[in-house]
C-alpha cells in the first residue's frame, strides 16, 4: 500500500470531464487520501511466442509518452512501481490473437500497460477483464511507422466491478490502429479511448460497444487528436440501455488541430433505448481550426426501436418478440462480428442474449 | 382458391389537428390467379392502400372491412397477415442493420412455415431462387436491404415472395428503378409465383411496361383515395397516352 502525494487536482465532479460521473460510486479512485495497491494484474494467457513477448518493467524505465490531464491516470503514474510491456517485434506479423488476461484483486488497484507494436509488425491483442475489481488502469498503444495493430478490449466484468481505463494510442507513420471496445458488465466503467499520431498517414478506427441493464453506469469519452496531416480517423459507438437507471455516456472530442490538413474523420454514436427510465447521453464534438481538410462529419442517434424495421419483419410472418430480438441482435452484431474470434463473439452475444433475457427481451 | 375482399375502406393518418383522411372508401375484390393492375396519380392513396393491408401501424383503419377467405384482416397483427397468406413488396424496402439476409429469409421461413426448414434443402432453395433472380449469392451475408441499389431492393423483395408462397401478393411499383433486363426478370418471378401458387396480384404502377410481361385481367384507376374507374387492359394503354386529368378535380 501506498499513499499518494497530492500535486495535482482531485475532481470535485463540477469539472467538464467529471460532471456525468457519480464520483460516490467510483471507490474514491480519483482521491490522493485512498490508499491503492500496487500489483501486477495482467497477464499473457500461455507463453511467448516468437515475434513477441510480455515483460515486467521498473515503472521509471518505462515513462509515458503521452500527456494527460486525466486525474485517475496522473494517480496511477505517480504510483505504480511497475509496468506490463508487451512488445511485438517490428516486422512480424502474429496470426493468432495475443489475449492478455486480467486478474484483479480483492483491493483497489491500480495498473499501468504499454503495448508496443514495432515498425510494421501486425496483431491482434485482447484484453479480457471478468470477474470482480476496483481498479484504475492505463493501456499505452505505440503503432510503430507502418504497423497494423488491433486491440480489443472486453469490459466484461461482474456487477459489482468499478473500472476506470485510459487506453491510448500513439499512431506513427503510416501506421493503423484498429480498436474494438466492448463493455457489457461492471457497476461502474469509465474508459478513455484516446487517439494521437505522431507522424502522418495514421490511421485510426475505433468501434465500439457498450450495453446497460438497470443502474450500470457505462461512460465512453473518446477523444482523438488530430495534429499531424493526413490523418483518418473513424468512430462508431452504439449502445442498448434497457432498465431503471440504466445509464450511459458517450463522449466523442475529435479536434482537427490548425497545422492537421488533410485530415479525414467520422465519428458516430448511435444508442438503442429499449425501456423507460433508462438514460443516454451523446455528445459529439468536432472541432476543426483549418479548412484544408478531406472530410470531417459526425452523427449522434438516441431512439426506441425503429417501427419500419419492426413492420418490415414482421409482414413477412416474424411474430414481434423475435423481430425485435432481430433487429437487437443485429445492432449489436454489426461491431461484434468486427472481432473477428469466433469463440469471443460467441461469448459475448450469448452473454448480451442472456442480459436481454433478463430484462424480458 | 383465397379470396380478398376490400370493402368501403376508409384510412387516415393521424396528424397534429387530428386525423387527415386518405382512402375515401376502396372497394375490390382479388380472387387466386387475378392480376388487378392499379394506376393512379402520385399522392392517391396507393400505398396507403396496401400498407393498410399489410397492417402498418402509421394508419389508422375509420371504417369498412378487409377479409381473406372470410377471416378479418384488420383484427390480425401485421405477422397474423404473413401468416394468413398475404405479402407486400414494399415500394421502398426497408433497411435492418446487422441482419443477414440468409437470417432473416430463415427466421421468415420458419415462422411462415411452422417449423425451420431443413437446413440442407433450405440453402438449396435459396440458392436456386436467388439465381432464377439474377442475384448474386453473395447477398445472403450482406444486411437486409443495406446499401442495395434500388433495383436490388425490389428483386429482394420478390425473392422474398419466391420463397414465403403466399396466397395475395400486393406489388407497390415493384417496377420503379428496374432497368429493362432486370424487369424482365422480376416479371418472370412474379409469374412463376403466380403459375406454382395461383397467386392473387394487386399490382401498383405507373406504367404500362411490366404490364406487358404481368397481365392484368382488370386495371383501376385510383384518385383521391378511391378507385375511380375499371376497365380491361386497354384502359392502362389509354392512361398511358392521356394521363389522369379526367380524373382529378382541378
Ligand atoms: N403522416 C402524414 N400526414 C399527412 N399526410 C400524409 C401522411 N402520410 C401520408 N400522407 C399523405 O397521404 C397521401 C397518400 O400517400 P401515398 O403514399 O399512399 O400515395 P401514393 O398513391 O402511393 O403515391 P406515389 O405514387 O407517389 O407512390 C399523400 O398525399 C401523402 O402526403
Ligand atoms: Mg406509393
Do not use: Q, Y
Given at each position: 500500500m501506498s499513499a499518494l502525494p497530492t500535486n495535482y487536482l482531485t475532481p470535485t465532479g463540477r469539472e467538464e470531464t467529471w460532471r456525468?460521473?457519480?464520483?460516490?460510486?467510483?471507490?474514491?479512485?480519483?482521491?490522493?487520501a485512498t490508499s491503492v495497491a500496487d500489483r501486477i494484474s495482467i497477464s499473457l494467457v500461455g507463453a511467448n511466442r516468437p515475434g513477441f513477448k510480455v515483460e515486467t518493467s521498473p515503472a521509471n524505465e518505462l515513462p509515458p509518452k503521452s500527456a494527460t490531464d486525466d486525474a485517475v491516470t496522473q494517480r496511477i503514474r505517480a504510483s505504480v512501481s511497475k509496468v506490463t510491456h508487451l512488445v511485438i517485434e517490428k516486422e512480424s506479423v502474429i496470426q493468432e490473437p495475443i489475449f492478455l488476461k486480467r486478474s484483479a484483486g480483492s483491493e483497489k488497484e491500480f495498473s499501468r500497460t504499454v503495448i508496443t507494436a514495432g515498425a510494421h509488425s501486425k496483431a491482434t491483442v485482447v484484453v479480457e477483464n471478468e470477474g470482480s475489481a476496483t481498479i484504475g488502469e492505463e493501456i499505452e498503444i505505440r503503432v510503430d511507422s507502418g504497423a497494423n495493430l488491433t486491440f480489443i478490449s472486453l469490459q466484461e466484468w461482474s456487477a459489482n466491478s468499478v473500472h476506470l481505463g485510459r487506453h491510448h494510442a500513439i499512431v506513427g507513420r503510416d501506421a493503423s490502429f484498429n480498436s474494438i471496445t466492448i463493455t457489457v458488465g461492471g457497476s461502474l466503467v469509465r474508459l478513455l479511448p484516446t487517439v494521437e499520431y505522431s507522424d502522418q498517414g495514421g490511421s485510426a478506427e475505433l468501434l465500439g460497444l457498450y450495453f446497460a441493464t438497470g443502474g450500470q453506469h457505462l461512460e465512453h469519452r473518446v477523444h482523438v487528436e488530430?495534429?499531424?496531416?493526413n490523418g483518418k480517423s473513424r468512430v462508431t459507438y452504439k449502445g442498448i440501455l434497457a432498465g431503471a437507471e440504466a445509464r450511459t455516456i458517450w463522449i466523442g472530442d475529435v479536434f482537427i488541430r490548425g497545422n492537421a490538413e488533410g485530415t479525414d474523420t467520422y465519428e458516430l454514436n448511435k444508442n438503442l433505448l429499449l425501456t423507460d427510465g433508462a438514460r443516454a447521453d451523446s455528445v459529439p464534438n468536432l472541432e476543426i481550426e483549418t479548412g484544408q481538410i478531406v472530410g470531417a462529419g459526425h452523427a449522434s442517434t438516441t431512439g426506441r426501436f425503429d417501427d419500419e424495421q419492426l413492420f418490415y419483419l414482421m409482414s413477412r410472418g416474424i411474430a414481434m418478440a423475435d423481430a425485435r430480438r432481430l433487429v437487437i441482435r443485429g445492432f449489436f452484431g454489426e461491431i461484434v462480428?468486427?472481432?473477428?474470434i469466433e469463440s469471443v463473439e460467441e461469448r459475448l452475444m450469448t452473454r448480451i442474449d442472456n442480459q436481454l433475457a433478463k430484462v424480458g427481451e | 382458391m383465397s379470396k380478398l375482399v376490400i370493402k368501403n375502406l376508409h384510412v387516415g393518418v393521424e396528424t397534429e389537428s387530428g386525423i387527415t383522411e386518405i382512402l375515401r372508401g376502396v372497394d375490390l375484390t382479388i380472387n387466386s390467379g387475378e392480376v388487378h393492375a392499379i394506376m393512379g396519380p402520385n399522392g392517391s392513396g396507393k400505398s396507403t392502400l396496401a400498407y393498410s393491408i399489410a397492417g402498418h401501424p402509421k394508419y389508422t383503419i375509420t371504417s369498412g372491412s378487409v377479409t381473406l377467405d372470410g377471416a378479418d384482416?384488420?383484427?390480425?397483427?401485421v405477422d397474423e397477415r404473413a401468416k394468413a397468406g398475404l405479402f407486400l413488396a414494399m415500394q421502398y424496402p426497408v433497411e435492418v442493420p446487422g441482419v443477414s439476409v440468409a437470417n432473416f429469409l430463415r427466421t421468415a421461413a420458419t415462422a411462415l412455415r411452422g417449423e425451420a426448414p431443413k437446413v440442407r434443402t433450405w440453402v438449396g432453395e435459396v440458392k436456386d431462387a436467388m439465381s432464377k433472380l439474377a442475384?448474386?449469392?453473395?447477398?445472403?451475408?450482406?444486411?437486409?436491404?443495406?446499401?442495395?441499389s434500388g433495383g436490388e431492393k425490389k428483386r429482394h423483395e420478390i425473392l422474398q415472395m419466391e420463397l414465403l408462397k403466399p396466397k395475395i401478393a400486393i406489388l407497390d411499383e415493384t417496377d420503379s428503378g428496374l432497368d429493362v433486363d432486370a424487369l424482365r426478370i422480376v416479371s418472370e418471378g412474379v409469374n412463376r409465383v403466380k403459375a406454382e401458387q395461383n397467386l392473387g396480384i394487386m399490382l401498383i404502377t405507373h406504367y404500362t411496361r411490366i404490364l406487358r410481361y404481368i397481365k392484368p385481367d382488370f386495371v383501376h384507376v385510383f384518385a383521391g383515395g378511391k378507385i375511380v374507374e375499371e376497365g380491361g387492359p386497354e384502359l392502362a394503354d389509354r392512361l398511358e397516352e392521356k394521363g389522369y386529368a379526367e380524373y382529378v378535380k382541378a
Open positions: 456525468f460521473t457519480p464520483l460516490k460510486r467510483i471507490a474514491g479512485l480519483h482521491d490522493p488530430h495534429g499531424i496531416p462480428s468486427k472481432i473477428g | 384482416v384488420l383484427e390480425m397483427s442475384m448474386d449469392p453473395a447477398f445472403s451475408e450482406r444486411s437486409v436491404n443495406e446499401g442495395f
